[in-house]
Nanobody, 119 residues
Framework: QVQLVESGGGLRQAGGSLRLSCTASGSISSIDVMAWYRQAPGKQRDLAAS???????NYVDSVKGRFTISRDNAKTTVYLEMNSLKPEDTAVYYCNAKIKTRGYYSYYWGQGTQVTVSS
């Protein structure tokens, strides 16, 4: 019954900015870590950024200083603010969250949102 829905993807020129959002809904007891993964054509899905329920963030080296992950007070929405975008940031971005429901934690995925950065 848990769903993660992403939004905010789109097309930007190099150097531009985008803000992605992901909202969790359903039979949720609590949410632990939330994260953004990305998958470029022909490549595997890799972690871009994560944030714990306490607000501690982690980033892959290639986005450090450019991307910022955050979450709202209700811990149901995670954001990814992307600045100084580069063509290599082009990928489908997927929201992921560790969510407690039915008495235990499981990981859930959003459907993905496309980010395209032109040179």
């Amino acid at each position: 019954q848990v769903q993660l829905v992403e939004s905010g993807g789109g097309l930007r020129q190099a150097g531009g900015s985008l803000r992605l959002s992901c909202t969790a809904s359903g039979s949720i007891s609590s949410i632990d870590v939330m994260a953004w993964y990305r998958q470029a054509p022909g490549k595997q899905r890799d972690l871009a950024a994560s944030i714990t329920s306490g607000g501690v963030s982690n980033y892959v080296d290639s986005v450090k200083g450019r991307f910022t992950i955050s979450r709202d007070n209700a811990k149901t929405t995670v954001y990814l603010e992307m600045n100084s975008l580069k063509p290599e940031d082009t990928a489908v971005y997927y929201c992921n969250a560790k969510i407690k429901t039915r008495g235990y934690y499981s990981y859930y995925w959003g459907q993905g949102t496309q980010v395209t950065v032109s040179s």
